[in-house]
């Protein structure tokens, strides 16, 4: 926003309220956190678009310090995990992982997949 967050006890963001972010092609990223000062995850709102040119593609990996929680609010989402981990979650699943390591998901089922995605933060780890 351009502007140093100032609460620091609590922040309320009400539905459709998130602040837009970009990170990856075609998804959508509402921060939900984005007014509480000195934040220890990223609370994000996400919502990850089906595309069926994608469904027998390669999933892209991302490496990121800091670990990840994924709870899945609606639809479905395939996870790929560098070494050949995939994993296909539904609404309700959550999966918690190192984001250090090769990452990267899809939407299937013929629907978008929508997820509340919090990213703890992490140091940096040598080599990444």
């Known amino acids: 926003t ?3 967050p100032k609460l620091s006890f609590y922040s309320i963001i009400r539905k459709g309220r998130g602040l837009p972010i970009k990170r990856r092609k075609g998804f959508t990223y ?7 000062r ?3 995850c990223e609370p994000m709102l996400v919502v990850a678009p089906y595309s069926e040119e994608e469904q027998n593609a390669p999933i892209h990996l991302s490496h990121h310090s800091g670990q990840e929680f994924d709870y899945i609010l609606r639809g479905s989402l395939r996870m790929e995990f560098e070494g050949g981990g995939s994993h296909i979650l ?13 990452h990267g ?3 299937v ?17 040598e080599g990444k």
């Not at 089922?109 to 780890?125: M, R, W, Y």
């Open 90 to 102: 539904h609404a309700g699943d959550c999966v918690y992982y190192d984001s250090g390591h090769g």
């Open 30 to 36: 509402d921060h939900m956190g984005y007014l509480f």
């Open 2 to 4: 351009g502007e140093t």
């Open 38 to 40: 000195g934040r220890e």
């Open 109 to 125: 089922g013929g629907e978008d997949c929508q997820f509340l995605a919090i990213v703890l933060k992490g140091e940096k780890k």
């Open 105 to 107: 998901m899809i939407a």
